[in-house]
């Protein structure tokens, strides 16, 4: 069984974690949270890649060293540094440094002065009162400490990415041990949400036990918490939660409606069946005891007078009444995409040669990319100023006159100052195919502020596209305080497009903003945001967002033609 990057990641945010508690170098724990994003982000698994020759040092934020190191979890399962790590430091570490106000320097002082090894222990010196003779430890945050203690666990839920990759080993095992009957994962992640809360998988078997028994028996299984003939519950090691339902093939359209969800569709379904004098549940359609559909899905959709719904419609947002009349919007593909206009190089923070990135752009099929490396201002990132923006805009030029039937564009990603103004001079900006502009700091500005700030910025028509519009990091960091409404119309109004970022942590905008852009007539670009050629794959979660957003693929900009996409970034 291989391991995943989510496995080899988790290992090494432990690994971070507890060299904090050590004091260890901060460079050091940087560099394996680092490394655990990027692994976390890969669409490819990294044992797949060093099964396939790849050199996992060329990844982002992945040496030579971490590199080995990953080759050699994958090759033993084991990573021997956490090993030791564990060996040296006790116990429930990891639950105490999650503890709202203890971090990685206090659950030292924890370890050293009180001799705490459990969240157990953590309980006792707080109700003991053994805190107060430590320092750092005031009355406010052992106030904190007792809250957090009471409170349970907040409802975690799983970015699409991760979700995917646990779902794809474990169908794969499934299958392993069924005799061709179907194994899919419903519920949420086949709407294909942002995130999911669980995995809910269907399977068809004329031996149902079975089924259960071989999910039971999977080695990533943490806990099995229900186990009956027809469903089973187990938690994975990666913490996230698998409910297996088994039916009889007679019933699998009906299932696989039923626990696609969401439950609000359904309701809606539902009582459209009621209305009929007929019966609508996860065994089929029926009319008093007599089946009128069951086993494909699409025929249940087709008995209730509805428009086949794709998954990621169903949420009850207008898409019943719309498949009433047949109307439903002819939804965008990623075979509708014909580049990607957010794209990095390793002029700024990416890992890749602009030619090299136009290569693999190339090679999705894509007829044109945008080089949007990153403004001045962000001197991380290796930002461009005037001098050296110029510098590339003539490189691309000579490797434009170079590509047949391929076109980078040339664009910037350049800084929202605080005022609204950008990074860089209108005299640079007139020069390129393409400006998106995006804020990288001064998230905390007051609403009006942060409003003002956003569509000043599009007043210059320069802008073409307002890149990740809202800022917001999935389960990381909360949109900007905007208004989204305001800043859509503004958009509207300027001509300026919005991005859907797809990089998997952002994805953003949202299902419902992209579905508000559409419904105001704006544009939307797809974009990547890749920060290497792996980056570039991220595309197929920006389509799923976007059709969860009920966006066609006259609302993308970058499924038209260049000549035609070239007028539309031009205001
Ligand atoms: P999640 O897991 O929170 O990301 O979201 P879902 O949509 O996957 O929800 P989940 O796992 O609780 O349930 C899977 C599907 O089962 C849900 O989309 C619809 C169906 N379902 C669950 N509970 C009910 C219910 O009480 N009534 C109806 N009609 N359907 C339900
Ligand atoms: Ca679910
Ligand atoms: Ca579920």
Redesign the pocket.
Known sequence: MPVHNAEIAEMFDQTAELLEIKGDNPFRTRAYRRAARVLEGLPKSAAAMLSAGEDLAELPGIGHDLAGKIASIVETGKFDVLQSLKRELPGDLGEIVAIPGLGPKRVKVLIDELGVRSIEDVRRAVKSGRLNELRGFGPKLQKNIAAALAKPVAVK?FKLPFAEAEATALIEWLRGGLDGGQVVV????R?R?D????L?VLATSANAAAVGDRLAHYENVAQVIAHGPTRTTVVLRSGIQV?LRVVEEKSYGAALL??????AH??AL?NIAVDRGWKLNEYGLFSKTRSIAGAPEAEIYKKLGLQFVPPELREDRGEIALAQKNALPKLVQLSDIRGDLHVHSNWSDGDAPIAEMAQAARARGYEYMALTDHSRRVTVAHGLDRARLLRQIREVDRLNGKLRGFTVLKGVEVDILADGSLDLPDEVLSRLDIVVAAVHYKFDLPRDEQTERIIRAMDNPRVSVLAHPTGRLIEERGPYDIDVDRVMKAAKERGCCLELNAEPDRLDLTDVAAKAAKALGVKIAISTDAHSTAGLAYMRYGVDQARRGWLEPDDVINTRPLRELKKLIRR
């Open positions: 839920r419903a519920g949420s992640f709407r949400r995130t999911v809360g669980d809910d409910d039923y626990f696609t969800g969401s439950k359904n309701i539902r």
